[in-house]
Nanobody, 117 residues
Framework: QVQLVESGGGLVQPGGSLELSCAAS????????MGWYRQAPGKQRELVGT?????????GDSVKGRIVIWRIDGENSVDLQMQMNELKPEDTAKYFC?????????WGQGTQVTVSS
């Protein structure tokens, strides 16, 4: 069974940085694309950014210029990374790793990011 496991969330001050990781137990050859979404309390889940099979990345307007997504491909696993800089209180949310693979939508359990002084 494919698993997506996020890590790296936590409490950070405004203006700070954080790096999130997602360990996916699946071969890159099975993946169409991966990405990060986030959901704040009382709000809809929002796209943060995606990375395609060829490694090209796209970012949501609210985070563009402040985050970088990249991928580390193993033999039968993929690590999805996201560096977040210049964090703002409005970035506070639960961040979810996502993969579209084998015609399925795969989600991790999420990791909480809280930006507060």
């Amino acid at each position: 069974q494919v698993q997506l496991v996020e890590s790296g969330g936590g409490l950070v001050q405004p203006g700070g940085s954080l790096e999130l990781s997602c360990a996916a137990s699946i071969s890159i050859s099975s993946i169409d694309f991966m990405g990060w979404y986030r959901q704040a309390p009382g709000k809809q889940r929002e796209l943060v950014g995606t990375i395609m099979f060829d490694g090209s990345a796209n970012y949501g307007d609210s985070v563009k210029g402040r985050i970088v997504i990249w991928r580390i491909d193993g033999e039968n696993s993929v690590d999805l990374q996201m560096q977040m800089n210049e964090l703002k209180p409005e970035d506070t949310a639960k961040y979810f790793c996502y993969a579209r693979a084998n015609n399925m939508d795969l989600w991790g359990q999420g990791t909480q990011v809280t930006v507060s002084s």
